[in-house]
Every structure is written in C-alpha cells, then in structure tokens.
C-alpha cells in the first residue's frame, strides 16, 4: 500500500537532513532554526476515519491558514492564536466516531428489518413508507424484548474485518493497487476493481452467514458468539456444518450477483462522494473569497473548522445514501439467493408477532429476477425501503447534532 505522505517526509527532522534529493521541493530550513510558528504548519490530523484529515502535498492544517506575518510578543501570539490543537483534534475524530456509530450500531436496526423485508416473499406490506415500518419494528420488539433487531451486530463487523484484511493481503501480494492516485489511468482503474472483486469473493461465505444471523428470528435463535459466523462461513465453503436443504445454491452461484453489487456499490459511492466534495469546496472557497468575509474573526475560525472536517462527512453520507437507493433492487435479489435453503426463519413482518420460514426455489439470479416481477410486481423489489428513509434520517439527525455540539466547542474555546 503506497503511503499518502510526500515519499521524503520523516518526520519534522527531515529538514536538517544534507541529501540534495531531499531539497527539490522544500526550503532548506533545519528543525533547530525553525521557529515555532513556522513548526506548527507540520500538525498531524486525528485517525483517518470519516472527519479526520491526512495532510497532502501542498495542504496545510486548517486552523492555520492565517498565521500571523510577524512574530510579536507572546501575548499577541497568544490572543491571535485559534483554538488549541488539542480541541481540534479532539473534535476531529469525534465527528467521525460519531457517524461511524450511526453507520454500524445506531442503524442496525433499521438494516436488520429491511434485510428481513427483502427475503419475505410472503409479505403483503411491502413498507415502502417508514410509519408501517416503525409500527411493525415497535411489534417485533415488544414481542422479543430489545435484542430482536439488533442480532447479528457482531458479525457485521467481522465481515468488514474480514473484508480490509483480504484487500489488505491481495493488494500486498500482488500489483493491484488498493488506491488510486490522483493521476490514475485506465489500467490502474481495472486493477483496483479486480482486486475489490476478488475481496468480496473471499468475504462472501462470511457474508452469507452474517446475512443469516440478522434476518433469523430471535424466537428459535440461539445465542451465537462472535466468531460463530466465521465457523458458519467456513463451513459453508467446505460443505460442512449444520446440514442445508436440495435448494441451497452452491457459492460459485452467487460469485456473480455478490461481485456485481459490492463493486457497483463502490464505484457509485466514490464517484458521488468525489462530486460532492468538489461541489462543497467549490463553494468553500468562493464564500471564503475576501469579498465575502467578514469582519467576525471568531466566526470566520469556526466556520473554517467545519468546513475542514464535514464536506467529508456529508460526502460520505451522500454516497452511501445515492448507492443503497440505486442498487436496493439488486440487493433484495442477492440476499434471497444467499438465504435459499439454509433453513432460515423470520419474523412475519407483515404483523411482527409471528414467525415465517423460508422456502423459496430460484434458480439463479435471473429466475430470481423473473420470479419476483411475475409474483410480486415490480414494488416487490422494493420491500422495506422505508427503513432505509429512517435510516439515513437518523443519520442526518446525527451528523446536524454533531455539527452544533462542535461549533459550539469552537465558540467556547
């Protein structure tokens, strides 16, 4: 994996050193000489999850983008200084920790409930609005106690374990980049996508089984552990474990399908994600123009701090909204044919206060296709998209909350 530094960055020591190759594109300043303003443009950034930002060639820390043109007294570096690193850290990566939590655990529930919609072919309420959703979610929980929408949690994220340390391993041990780079090129893009296929076809057993564990009904549902789902996965790729019905579709059935979505969900959700960053610091930077800013210094530092952190954030809750819209449809018809003959149970979601098994006989995923278009019309595809409107609602409300908490922490700092 190639690293996101500039290739002579080591450090703030760098700078001293004597190599020609190293002063091509940086001043010949040492880490002795240099004065503490000059240091405190070389600010390293909290994790890199969502909110947090690396440094590029060429970037600078954004609470130091005006720094004072003199070097006065300590208390007029002082009074001119914005808020402390340490705030900015801190609020750096709890802004992404807060939307990594209502990605994976504050929004189970509503995946858990939609994946159960999708199999259900006997359902008559499709809940393509959230209030019928909400009313049978209520049921299912007030049936089966707190747990019933929120199994599986932790098998989801073994899967996405799984999933960073096969791509990790494959792009290590072959030439397939993990990343592109800014001047990419069509062969560097194919290689990419072959190596996300190839991640999702080792992470699909794992993926199968984890499907299971969410949508099967907490009423005949055993108390499975963590690592449960790699067993389960294990054994479906052997042919071993709990035994399966005729109907149960052999995995080089559902390479195509599983591949065909994990890599359309990619290529959606990043190119999404690119337009809308560059439209929101398209607009950054016209309103940050001199002929929009203001006189209000203290304003001018907080907005320059959201605008460094959460045009990452709206970008990725874009993007992820755009691709689990587009691709709902092919989503529905993947998980009834890794659900087809493993014997699963679910809720009736219908009502919520019974259960339903599974016992459907596709052939593949164009008979799946065809299947769900003759029986169940072309809203059949669509079960349970209501829960994906709660869902990045939810997700909104958590983001627009963070957002005040941190302006307000910035305000008062």
Known sequence: ???????????????????????????????NNSSSIDLQHWVTTPPDIPGSRNLHFGDSTPQFETAPSQAGTGDDVQSAAPPPDQLNRFAGFGIGLASLFTENVLAHPCIVFRRQCQINYHARCYHLSPMTALSVMYNVTKTQ?????????????????????????????????????????????????????????????????????TVQSEIIRDNPGILDCVKEGVGRLMGLGVPHSKRLLPLWRLVFPTVLHGVLHYIISSSVQKLVLYFLHRRNRSDTSPKHMGHDSGSETVQNMLDAYFPELIASFAASLCADVLLFPLETVLHRLHVQGTRTIIDNTDLGFEVLPINTQYEGMRDCINVICREEGTMGFYKGFGTVVIQYLLHAAVLQITKMIYSSLLQNA
Request: glycine fraction near 14%.
């Open 1 to 31: 994996m190639s690293s996101r530094r500039p290739d002579s960055f080591e450090g703030l020591g760098y700078r001293g050193r004597e190599d020609p190759s190293y002063a091509g594109g940086y001043s010949g300043r040492s880490f």
């Open 145 to 213: 106690g707190p747990k019933a929408l929120w199994k599986g949690m932790g098998s989801t994220f073994v899967v996405q374990g799984v999933t960073l340390g096969t791509e990790g391993i494959i792009s290590e041990c072959t030439p397939l980049p993990r990343e592109l780079s800014h001047k990419w090129n069509p062969k560097q893009i194919v290689g990419h996508l072959v190596l996300k296929g190839l991640t999702y076809v080792v992470a699909m057993p794992f993926y199968s089984a984890s499907l299971i564990e």
